[in-house]
């Protein structure tokens, strides 16, 4: 691929010979690992640690643990600060724990509690408590206030710089920001610090920024076989599914996704991503069931906006309205836990509502957090307003690699032709709507269909490529 040389070199780690050692030093580590292997040559293996150390080693990784470890670790740190409120380290793993549980539950209403927690480790322990400032960034990032969490990242890195969990929090809010190029030198940094499977699927999510995504299903791919705990080895799995989605290869989508699920229930990320390869592969019951699964435990906006827009695909209107009806009551709470979900309302507003109302949040929006995916929003809901010029603007933003729109994004290419094609730009307008169907040719069962009469309508120029 043309990025090949600039891409760096995956790192896999020695994840085999550190699970062995670890087995080894158990005792002196009090169990915290995420396995026990056994030893060579026996039949006896060690007992796995029990569901609240696992999460405690997952949580202070900053990688996914499984809900029922969660609960234990909760009900654990829980009983530990009633009986020994100045225990910091107790309280920051507390919250981090709330934080995660809010995250896997789709339930900002645990973010509060997290944000207590955390700030009381603070209060405890003023000075030099890494630990609970880098919780408040991943809390800041969980609320899409990435302003704040930059700050409390940074400030977490200066205090231990060598501490690499504090890395992709930092990466996270430096893209929520359109800060790219500072998320590929946070990126360089956390690489060279650890080389883990946390520190791989990292880098697919950068390397996917960039645009390079032989690059990023390699890292995810890496990250996924070396990831031992089951929650953290599905939601690696699911992410490259994502990525096998954006490129188009909706089976071997739909394969992470049944896989992650198999592995963890409760990845309902995982279920939604089902949802989305299924019903491009046409298999639309089945695709139905998996939305309604994953909204069930995990309520999130994003996937009743998706629901409701294959209900419209097939002429339900009625059942999409339940489900922007969710969508609307999701973002008022969230809104009132201190989470910010406005992005999602804005895209359905543009599509499904208020234009006008649209581009007024998601101005307020680009103001906050200037990523690409509000750039690629912003400028939808401008042209859905009737701003065509200045909706192009943004779309260019979103897809232009100098702003940091690398990503191939089908819906962001589509966007920008439909705008084109509405400003009488037909040569681009033509050509970014073909892009759209070349990355995905069936990336929305709601879009594709407007996509494929905008370009009968622009006609076939000599030379084109015919439609996919």
């Known amino acids: 691929m043309g990025n090949q040389e600039e891409a760096p070199a995956r790192v896999r780690g020695p994840v085999a010979r550190w699970a062995v050692i670890a087995a080894v030093a158990a005792c002196a580590v009090l169990g915290v ?7 060579q040559g026996s039949d006896s293996r060690a007992p796995a ?7 405690l080693t997952a949580v202070g990784s900053g990688v996914p643990a499984t809900l029922p470890g969660l609960a234990a670790l909760i009900g654990e740190r829980e009983a530990r600060v009633r009986a020994h409120p100045e225990d910091a380290r107790s309280w920051a793993v507390l919250g981090t724990a709330y934080l995660e549980q809010g995250r896997r539950l789709a339930e900002p209403s645990y973010f509060p509690r997290a944000e207590q927690a ?3 480790s603070l209060r405890t322990r003023a000075k030099g408590n890494v630990r609970a400032l880098t919780g408040m960034a991943a809390l800041a990032n969980a609320r899409r206030d990435f302003l704040a969490a930059r700050k409390w990242g940074q400030d977490a890195l200066e205090l231990d710089a060598k501490r690499w969990t504090t890395y992709p929090v930092l990466i996270d809010a430096y893209t929520g920001l359109g800060d ?13 610090l650890h080389s883990g499977p946390a520190a791989l699927a990292r880098a697919g999510a ?3 920024d960039q645009g390079w995504r032989e690059d990023a299903a390699a890292a995810l791919a890496d990250a996924a076989a070396g990831a031992e705990a089951p929650a953290e080895k599905a939601a690696y799995l699911e992410r490259g599914g ?5 490129r188009g290869d909706l089976e071997v989508a739909l394969r992470h996704f049944q896989e992650a699920v198999r592995i963890d229930p409760d990845q309902r ?3 939604a991503g089902q949802g989305r390869a299924l019903a491009a592969l046409g298999r639309t019951s089945e695709a139905l069931n998996a939305y309604r699964a994953a909204l069930a435990k995990q309520p999130l906006p994003q996937y009743a906006l998706e629901l409701g827009e294959l209900y419209e695909s097939l002429g339900l209107d009625q059942a999409a309205r339940v489900q922007y009806d969710l969508l609307r009551e999701r973002v008022r709470g969230a809104a009132a836990d201190g989470a910010d979900e406005e992005l999602v309302l804005g895209q359905f507003e543009a ?3 208020d234009p006008e109302e649209a581009v007024r949040r998601l101005r307020a929006e680009w103001q906050r957090q200037p990523g690409i995916a509000v750039a690629d929003a912003l400028g939808w809901a401008l042209h859905r307003a009737g701003q065509h010029e200045e909706a192009l603007r943004f779309a260019v933003r979103a897809t232009d690699k100098e702003h940091g729109g690398g990503v191939r994004s089908a819906l962001y290419a589509y966007h920008r032709g439909m705008i084109e094609g509405e400003l009488e730009l037909y040569g681009p307008a033509r050509r970014h709507l073909q892009e759209a169907l070349r990355i995905n040719p069936r990336f929305s069962p709601w879009r594709v269909p407007m996509a494929r009469e905008a370009l009968r309508g622009l006609g076939d120029l000599p030379g084109d490529e015919p439609l996919p």
């Open 351 to 353: 599509d499904h509502g």
């Open 180 to 192: 790219h190029k500072a998320a590929k030198r946070t990126l360089d940094r956390l690489l060279e």
């Open 118 to 120: 955390l700030r009381m």
């Open 49 to 55: 640690p029990a569901p609240g150390a696992q999460a």
């Open 242 to 246: 994502q990525l096998a989605f954006e």
């Open 269 to 271: 990320a995982a279920q």
């Open 33 to 39: 690992v995420l396995m026990l292997l056994p030893s």
């Open 206 to 208: 950068v390397y996917r």
